[in-house]
């Protein structure tokens, strides 16, 4: 987790970065390390975890992270959950949950990390939270104090979809 939390700093740091921070590890060796790249790559699926995921499976030459954990300073949104599942990660350790942070990236979501792993069609993925909770946290409460700029479409507010 300090290795994400590293990760994290430098995504701050980064024009175009974002503060928070995923390794991928195998066999207790780091495969990657990186942060959030969204408006880096303009792209909105590169959160530090999918960024994670396409440079390990780079890495590895392989499609499948099986027996891999990965790290991430934040409990991961429902997208990065769906992506460790197809990608098959074996164990998500995280630092910062949703009721650390709400305010910065989880005011108008409901749905919850342990949620998809619970309904989804893998029951051997091990999810761990609140590892170092209080640094993974601060990067987001500097955020919340000191925004920097418009929110991105999944950060504004939503309403109920009416079907």
């Given at each position: 987790?300090?290795?994400?939390?590293?990760?994290?700093?430098?995504?701050?740091?980064?024009?175009g970065?974002?503060?928070?921070?995923a390794?991928l590890v195998?066999?207790?060796?780091?495969?990657?390390?990186?942060f959030?790249?969204?408006?880096?790559?303009?792209?909105p699926?590169?959160?530090?975890?999918?960024?994670?995921?396409r440079?390990?499976?780079?890495e590895?030459?392989s499609?499948?992270?099986?027996?891999?954990t990965?790290?991430?300073?934040?409990?991961?949104?429902?997208?990065?959950?769906?992506?460790?599942?197809?990608a098959g990660v074996?164990?998500?350790v995280?630092g910062?949950g949703?009721?650390?942070?709400?305010?910065?990236?989880f005011?108008?979501r409901h749905?919850?990390?342990v949620?998809?792993?619970r309904?989804?069609?893998r029951?051997?993925?091990?999810?761990?939270?609140?590892?170092?909770n209080?640094e993974?946290?601060?990067l987001?409460?500097?955020?919340?104090?000191?925004?920097?700029?418009?929110?991105?479409?999944?950060?504004?507010?939503t309403?109920?979809?009416s079907?």
């Amino acid at each position: 987790m300090r290795i994400a939390l590293e990760q994290a700093s430098l995504g701050a740091q980064t024009p175009g970065g974002a503060e928070v921070g995923a390794v991928l590890v195998k066999g207790g060796n780091v495969v990657c390390g990186t942060f959030n790249q969204g408006n880096m790559q303009n792209d909105p699926t590169a959160h530090a975890e999918i960024v994670a995921i396409r440079k390990g499976c780079e890495e590895l030459q392989s499609m499948t992270l099986e027996e891999c954990t990965l790290y991430c300073t934040l409990q991961p949104c429902g997208m990065c959950t769906m992506a460790c599942l197809w990608a098959g990660v074996s164990r998500i350790v995280y630092g910062a949950g949703r009721g650390d942070v709400n305010a910065v990236y989880f005011e108008t979501r409901h749905a919850n990390t342990v949620d998809f792993i619970r309904d989804a069609f893998r029951n051997d993925l091990q999810v761990e939270g609140g590892v170092l909770n209080d640094e993974c946290a601060a990067l987001y409460q500097a955020k919340a104090e000191k925004p920097d700029g418009p929110l991105d479409p999944a950060h504004k507010p939503t309403k109920r979809p009416s079907f």
